[in-house]
Every structure is written in structure tokens, then in C-alpha cells.
């Protein structure tokens, strides 16, 4: 009789471990729901903060006052391999000439200054404005302004 009674036992050790499985798959599945939730807020904040950064950096709203550009030639130039090739010889034959430059290899910084002096074009600086003795302020008048309208009568 006592094989009988431990039967109920464990269909009831079973049904306990089946209900603690269940729970913890409820748990489970709530835990990685709330995760997915939590992620897709950051996402949301993210592309959020993303398209603020992208608005602060669009400057096409500047582009109706800046003045028209031409387009430069280089867009007309293709390169395909036989032009490719050809660029090559022609630069590499600049090099070598500039290479073996006397004033290149003299002072070559010295040289690459010049060049640049000669090849860009000038630019065009403003006169500075000429500064007072005291560092540019102006200093204040002790005088009354009746003193100096009397001087200014009897000069």
C-alpha cells in the first residue's frame, strides 16, 4: 500500500516542478519584453539626438546667400586608365625635375615657400587700424566742458 500513495505524491512533485517551470517563463518572457521596451526607447532617443545633431550641422539654409560657385575643371577631367597612366609620367617626371632642382635641394622648405609665393595668388590684407599709444583707449577728458569751449574761442 505504500507504492499507492506515493503515486499522488509525485504526480503532485510534478505538477509543483511543471508550475515552477511555468513561472519562470513568465518571468522569462516579462523580463525580456520590458528589455526590448527599454531598448527600443534608447533607439528612439538616439535617432532622436541624431537628428538634432544633423539639423544643428544643416547649413543648406546659408546656401541662397553664398554666392554661386563655377564648377572647377578637375569634375570635367575622367580618369580612365590611359589618362591615369599619363598623369603618372607627367607627375612623375615634375618630381624628378623638382628633385633635382639646385635650389630644391639647397633648402627645399626655402623652395617650397617660394613656389608657393609665385603660384598662389595674393591676398588681399586690410590696413590695421592704427592704435592709440595707451593700447587703443582713449583717454578722458579732465577738463570741463566749458574750459575747453572758452579755448576753443580764444584760439
Not at 500500500?1 to 511555468?22: H, L
Not at 513568465?26 to 527599454?38: E, F, H, I, N, Y
Not at 630644391?104 to 592709440?132: G, R, S, V, W, Y
Request: with cysteine.
Amino acid at each position: 500500500m505504500g507504492k499507492p500513495s506515493s503515486r499522488p505524491d509525485s504526480s503532485s512533485k510534478a505538477d509543483k516542478k511543471f508550475d515552477k517551470k511555468v513561472q519562470f517563463y513568465a518571468k522569462v518572457r516579462d523580463t525580456v519584453a520590458s528589455l526590448t521596451a527599454k531598448k527600443d526607447i534608447t533607439k528612439k532617443k538616439k535617432l532622436r539626438s541624431r537628428q538634432k545633431k544633423l539639423k544643428a550641422y544643416d547649413l543648406s539654409a546659408l546656401s541662397e546667400f553664398l554666392p554661386e560657385l563655377k564648377a572647377p575643371r578637375a569634375n570635367d577631367f575622367k580618369l580612365n586608365c590611359k589618362s591615369r597612366q599619363q598623369l603618372i609620367l607627367k607627375e612623375g617626371n615634375q618630381l624628378s625635375a623638382v628633385l633635382e632642382h639646385p635650389a630644391f635641394q639647397a633648402d627645399p622648405l626655402a623652395a617650397i615657400h617660394q613656389h608657393l609665393q609665385n603660384t598662389q595668388p595674393a591676398l588681399d590684407e586690410k590696413p590695421k587700424k592704427k592704435k592709440n599709444q595707451n593700447g587703443g583707449r582713449k583717454k578722458k577728458s579732465k577738463k570741463s566742458k566749458a574750459l575747453s569751449s572758452q579755448q576753443s574761442m580764444d584760439i
